[in-house]
């Protein structure tokens, strides 16, 4: 059985891409940040199915958590076969009001995290030949969004991440590619009132916002790919951008 980690897995995307990996026969680690009621309650929904499940609760901004982390998985379930790096914040307002310590913590959730955990993942996937990695990244990534020049700078360098990573493992025969999601129906899009709903669903082609199931379909496909496909920036955003 093959094992599948997913950081900033108790709730939204990270949850419903544990759960998809879960009803593939994947054994799951699911991760979150406190041990929250949320990450209790996927953990109960995954071991319903039968399907090995760890829940480790911390900070995977933190480098020695990834590597308490990583060892517990190692302990229980073996070698990560793919690693998804999912943990993320936002933060909306001007650069020129964004406290240093709101800057470190952004770049360390959202962009450190996924080095301090590839890093980990890595030295098993080379010693098998095999490995997946997918980093879940935002339009913004590419594009850049305006009172989100933090986020956007931390998805960006996610983006060129897996862009070198997938260069640099190509020949261990690991594949790592990255999700940019548009406007996906998760509790980080919940601060819009009506009006802005209403507002940014008209900009969408397709009308509506993503389902966190949508992008969870996309990740398995890529997980379960051809060997050739890495180093891939794929945009699941409805038309929008």
Not at 67 to 81: I, K, P
Request: hydrophobic share 45%; glycine share 10%; aromatic share 6%.
């Amino acid at each position: 059985m093959k094992t599948a980690l997913i950081t900033g897995s108790s709730r939204g995307i990270g949850k419903a891409i544990a759960l998809a990996f879960a009803d593939a026969g994947y054994g799951i680690v699911l991760n979150g940040r406190t041990p929250s009621a949320e990450l209790q309650e996927t953990h109960r929904q995954i071991s319903e199915k039968k399907v090995p499940c760890l829940a480790l609760a911390g900070d995977v901004g933190d480098a020695l958590f990834c590597e308490r982390m990583f060892a517990e998985t190692q302990r229980q379930l073996g070698s990560v076969d793919v690693l998804v790096n999912n943990a993320g914040i936002s933060h909306i307002g001007l650069l020129q009001d964004l406290t240093p310590q709101q800057w470190d913590r952004l770049l360390r959730t959202n962009l450190s995290s996924a080095f301090y955990c590839c890093r980990l993942a890595i030295p098993s996937m080379v010693a098998r030949q095999s490995g997946c990695i997918l980093n879940i990244s935002s339009v913004w990534g590419v594009y850049g969004a305006s009172c989100e020049a933090a986020y956007s700078a931390s998805k960006g360098g996610l983006n060129a991440l897996t862009r070198a990573l997938a260069k640099e493992l190509a020949p261990s025969g690991i594949r790592v590619n990255a999700i940019a999601c548009g406007a996906i129906d998760t509790d980080m899009n919940r601060f819009l009132d009506a009006e802005e709903r209403g507002a940014l669903l008209e900009e969408i082609p397709a009308g509506r916002m993503g389902d966190p199931r949508e992008v969870a379909a996309l990740a398995l496909q890529l997980a379960q790919a051809p060997d050739y496909l890495t180093g891939q920036i794929i945009q699941i955003d409805g038309g929008w951008i």
